[in-house]
């Protein structure tokens, strides 16, 4: 069992940076792929980023590549999501999981809210 735990969610302005940060439990942390996941208001939930168990291989959605980088610390047992230049439309829920492959989710975070103003 794994249990994620999401931060670093707000209300920005389009143009800044965020960094969104999911802390998971468990000894088994290094062992899983990782990805983040966003769903905004009346869409269906979408893949955002990411990243193996070893952090070698990394995965974005189309829409946020180059503006978002995904990263982890397996020691801190801490997937990050880094975004930069944010747009209204990024603005969702995000949310952290955790599984054998980034796009086949086992266990999912509560998730956090960003919010980008225009």
């Known amino acids: 069992q794994v249990q994620l735990v999401e931060s670093g969610g707000g209300l920005v302005q389009a143009g800044d940076s965020l960094r969104l940060s999911c802390v998971a439990s468990?000894?088994?942390?290094?062992?899983?792929?990782m990805a983040w996941l966003r769903q905004a208001p009346g869409k269906e939930r979408e893949f955002v980023a990411g990243?193996?168990?070893?952090?070698?291989?990394?995965y974005y959605a189309d829409s946020v590549k180059g503006r978002f980088t995904v990263s982890r610390a397996n020691a801190k047992n801490t997937v990050y999501l880094q975004m930069t230049s944010l747009k209204p439309e990024d603005t969702a829920v995000y949310y952290c999981?955790?599984?054998?492959?980034?796009?086949?989710?086992?266990?999912w975070g509560q998730g956090t809210q960003v919010t980008v103003s225009s």
């Open positions: 999981t955790a599984g054998p492959a980034p796009a086949r989710p086992s266990y």
């Open positions: 468990g000894r088994t942390f290094s062992s899983y792929a």
């Open positions: 990243i193996s168990w070893s952090g070698d291989s990394t």
